[in-house]
Nanobody
Framework: QVQLVESGGGLVQPGGSLRLSCAVSGSAFSIGTMAWYRQAPGKQRESVATIISGSMGIYADSVKGRFTISRNNALNTVYLQMNSLKPEDTAVYYC?????????????WGQGTQVTVSS
């Protein structure tokens, strides 16, 4: 059973920073693409940042230059460093990972962590 556990969310003032973490545990044989999504109230879930196996991330236009995704393959953990936060970044942030389990690539989601940007 593969589990993703997120941490690091909270309340921050505009212009502040937060670092989210997502640890993958369980019987995953291999972890491929990892990503962060977010969902604001009344809106659809959207992709924020994606990282495949290396260090280069792919970002939504709304977060380019402010957010950085990274991963530690030895720890099966992905991070999202969020700087210069804006009120419109307020959302529940979800971690997603593709893992090779039982002979197939499967997609797993974390439970979400709330990020609130407000003064």
């Amino acid at each position: 059973q593969v589990q993703l556990v997120e941490s690091g969310g909270g309340l921050v003032q505009p212009g502040g920073s937060l670092r989210l973490s997502c640890a993958v545990s369980g019987s995953a044989f291999s972890i491929g693409t990892m990503a962060w999504y977010r969902q604001a109230p009344g809106k659809q879930r959207e992709s924020v940042a994606t990282i495949i196996s290396g260090s280069m991330g792919i970002y939504a236009d709304s977060v380019k230059g402010r957010f950085t995704i990274s991963r530690n393959n030895a720890l099966n953990t992905v991070y999202l460093q969020m700087n210069s936060l804006k009120p419109e970044d307020t959302a529940v942030y979800y971690c997603k990972a593709n893992s090779y389990v039982s002979g197939a690539w499967r997609t797993y989601w974390g439970q979400g962590t709330q990020v609130t940007v407000s003064s």
